[in-house]
Nanobody
């Protein structure tokens, strides 16, 4: 079993920044962030491996940065230049024999 605890969501104006954190209960090779807006499917935002390989969705490239602290089993998502279309519930994800999900954290970007 893997527990994921997220923090850092909130309300911000367009152009602002937020940082999300996700602490895992054990070391996980691949972790990432997904988001789900109302009426839409959950989509991958960014992923990172324990050796630092990253992937970003085209919609967030150049604005979001995923990073991790392996000593703390924690992954971060720095979100800059936020847009109203970034509004969603953001979920931390970890792949360890199966997919594990955090509880979700709301990010709301006002125009």
């Amino acid at each position: 079993q893997v527990q994921l605890v997220e923090s850092g969501g909130g309300l911000v104006q367009a152009g602002g920044s937020l940082r999300l954190s996700c602490a895992a209960s054990r070391s996980i090779f691949s972790m990432g962030w997904y988001r789900q807006a109302p009426g839409k499917q959950r989509e991958l935002v960014a992923r990172i491996t324990s050796v630092g390989s990253t992937y970003y969705a085209d919609s967030v490239k150049g604005r979001f940065t995923i990073s991790r602290d392996n000593a703390k089993n924690t992954v971060y998502l720095q979100m800059n230049s936020l847009k109203p279309e970034d509004t969603a519930v953001y979920y931390c994800n970890a792949d360890y024999l199966k997919a594990y999900w955090g509880q979700g954290t709301q990010v709301t970007v006002s125009s």
